[in-house]
T-cell receptor, first 108, second 114 residues
Framework: QQPVQSPQAVILREGEDAVINCSSSKALYSVHWYRQKHGEAPVFLMILLKGGEQKGHDKISASFNEKKQQSSLYLTASQLSYSGTYFCGTWVYGKLTFGQGTILTVHP | ETGVTQSPTHLIKTRGQQVTLRCSSQSGHNTVSWYQQALGQGPQFIFQYYREEENGRGNFPPRFSGLQFPNYSSELNVNALELDDSALYLC?????????????FGDGTRLSIL
C-alpha cells in the first residue's frame, strides 16, 4: 500500500516556507525523499532511517517518526528552483513504494 | 562518473506488440530497479535485479520480465502490450539493494501504446 502525501499541491512565493507530509499504514524502516521536475528524472534528496532522526540539505530538511509512521519534509526560504513534484518513498518488504506526490510551485 | 542512461527515450507501439527497454547502471552500482510512472502519479515498483538475479517484484503481471547482464546493465521486456502500459518507464541504480541506498534514476523511456 502506497504512503499518503499531503498536501497534494502547494503554491508559494519565493522566501516562504512549506511542509510536506508522508504517512504510511505499515511499519516504516526508512523513508526516501525525491524531487522531480517536469519532464525530468526524479532526483534523490535524502534518506531517513529508523531512530527519529532529522536530516538536512541546505534549506531542505526532514524528520522521521517511526512510531507515528510519518515523515515530513521542510522547505525553508523557498527558491524558484524548489518547484517540482516531491515524492516520498517508503521501504517495506524489500521494495520502495512511492506516494502520489506533492506539486510545489514557487513564484517570484 | 557516468550516470544512469536509458534507451530509447521515446517509443510508440500498438496493442499486442512486444517491447524491450534498456538501462545502463551508474558506474559501481550492481543493483537496478525498474519503475512505471503513469501521468500524474508516483513511480510504481516493477522489479529489482541484483547481481543478475531478480531480487523483488511489485504487483505486475508475468508479461513484464527483465534481465540483468554481467556488466549490471538491464533490460525490461513487456509482452502483449496493452493501452494501460502507456507510461514513463524509469530505471534506477544503487550500490546495493538496501533501504539506506539512494536510487539514481535515468531520464526514462516514454512508451505510448496505440
Amino acid at each position: 500500500q502506497q504512503p499518503v502525501q499531503s498536501p497534494q499541491a502547494v503554491i508559494l512565493r519565493e522566501g516562504e516556507d512549506a511542509v510536506i507530509n508522508c504517512s504510511s499504514s505499515k511499519a516504516l524502516y526508512s523513508v526516501h525523499w525525491y524531487r522531480q521536475k517536469h519532464g525530468e528524472a526524479p532526483v534523490f534528496l535524502m534518506i531517513l532511517l529508523k531512530g527519529g532522526e532529522q536530516k538536512g540539505h541546505d534549506k531542505i530538511s526532514a524528520s522521521f517518526n517511526e512510531k507515528k509512521q510519518q515523515s515530513s519534509l521542510y522547505l525553508t526560504a523557498s527558491q524558484l528552483s524548489y518547484s517540482g513534484t516531491y515524492f516520498c518513498g517508503t521501504w517495506v518488504y524489500g521494495k520502495l513504494t512511492f506516494g502520489q506526490g506533492t506539486i510545489l510551485t514557487v513564484h517570484p | 562518473e557516468t550516470g544512469v542512461t536509458q534507451s530509447p527515450t521515446h517509443l510508440i507501439k500498438t496493442r499486442g506488440q512486444q517491447v524491450t527497454l534498456r538501462c545502463s547502471s551508474q558506474s559501481g552500482h550492481n543493483t537496478v530497479s525498474w519503475y512505471q510512472q503513469a501521468l500524474g502519479q508516483g513511480p510504481q515498483f516493477i522489479f529489482q535485479y541484483y547481481r543478475e538475479e531478480e531480487n523483488g517484484r511489485g504487483n505486475f503481471p508475468p508479461r513484464f520480465s527483465g534481465l540483468q547482464f554481467p556488466n549490471y546493465s538491464s533490460e525490461l521486456n513487456v509482452n502483449a502490450l496493452e493501452l494501460d502500459d502507456s507510461a514513463l518507464y524509469l530505471c534506477a541504480s544503487s550500490p546495493l539493494p538496501a533501504q539506506n541506498q539512494p536510487q539514481h534514476f535515468g531520464d526514462g523511456t516514454r512508451l505510448s501504446i496505440l
